[in-house]
């Protein structure tokens, strides 16, 4: 087993890796998209419309997809943006400076915050947990850098159950990916004509440390004194279309991924995920989607 350093150096070294090509890999926007994306999946976590936050700390913030959209969008005034990688704010800070952004980036790790108590409004992050190998400290500091009456909001977490479903998808596009690949006429990776694994692809496979079940994420907020602590389900359909399309997607080179079928995916994406929105989600446990979001509030 990895002990905690080793966990934040891959983790770090990965995302230092990956962040030149990160938002082009996800399909990251900061526009009408992107921002109605992320302010939807904070009022899911919270179970209402988020208000206005006046200074906000995001954690993990990797190359800003969250927080900047929800600066753009109104409902952060002052963002401050952490990550363990130097590579990813350096992203995030260029990204914020086209869009003519303030944001104060910080290098440090979750369970060291380098912020007074009662710093913030809103502490946050999207897909961050499951990286933390040290998740009952990080949400003491979380509880600690709050102000009374401050809300966390965490989203994008993978669940136990839904990641092993997600393993369905994975292993039925790697059968067909030579299919796929000769259908839309992209050229396979490297990797896929018999060389070895980048650095990182290898430490792609070791940087996520945790699936939660529900329980899971409830009891590291509830034990760090936060209060109306929930967890909600979010991306079944959606989820496993998204993992089928980005598998084909890891076996082809980049740059010969026609446009026409990542227009198809994303839109193919979006479509099932207001199905799950509307459909699954009211009605099916939250253990059962892919992604879990967990929000509660600071005592006060």
């Known amino acids: 087993m990895k002990t905690a350093d080793a ?12 962040a030149a090509r990160y938002d082009a890999k996800w399909g990251i926007t900061y526009d009408g998209v992107g921002q109605t994306q992320v302010t939807r999946k904070l009022r899911k976590a919270l179970g209402r419309a988020p208000g206005r936050y006046g200074r906000a700390l995001e ?12 600066v753009l969008a109104g409902v952060v005034g002052e963002l401050v943006a952490t990550d363990i990688s130097s590579g990813m704010l350096r ?18 790790e979750a369970s060291a915050l380098p912020f007074a108590d009662g710093s913030f409004d809103l502490v946050f ?17 979380f509880r600690r850098v709050l102000r009374p009456g401050g809300e966390i909001a965490f989203c994008g977490e993978p669940s136990r159950l839904g990641d092993g479903l997600a393993a369905l998808p994975k292993r039925g596009a790697l059968a067909f990916a030579p299919l796929w690949r000769a259908l839309i006429g992209a050229r396979s990776r490297p990797t896929w004509n018999g060389a070895g694994p980048t650095e990182e692809e290898v430490l792609e ?3 996520d440390v ?22 909600r389900g ?54 059962l989607f892919y992604n879990l979001l967990v929000s509660g509030r600071a005592p006060g």
């Open 7 to 18: 966990i934040r150096w891959s983790n770090a070294r990965y995302h230092d890796l990956a």
């Open 59 to 70: 954690v993990g913030a990797g190359t800003g997809y969250f927080g900047i959209n929800l």
């Open 91 to 108: 992203t995030l800070s260029r990204s914020a400076a086209d869009l003519g952004l303030e944001v104060e980036t910080v290098r440090c």
């Open 125 to 141: 992050g999207h897909a961050v947990l499951h990286h933390l190998p040290d998740l009952d400290v990080s949400f003491r500091e």
């Open 205 to 207: 496979r070791v940087v």
């Open 210 to 231: 945790h699936a939660f079940t529900p329980g899971a994420l409830y009891a590291p907020a509830h034990a760090a004194g936060f209060e109306r602590v929930r967890v």
């Open 234 to 287: 979010e991306d079944l359909m959606a989820g496993l279309f998204g993992w089928a399309n980005r598998t084909f997607e890891s076996t082809a080179e980049p740059d010969a991924v026609p446009w026409a079928w990542r227009v198809y995916a994303h839109r193919g994406y979006l479509a099932l995920q207001a199905l799950d929105r509307t459909l699954l989600e009211p009605r099916l446990p939250a253990g």
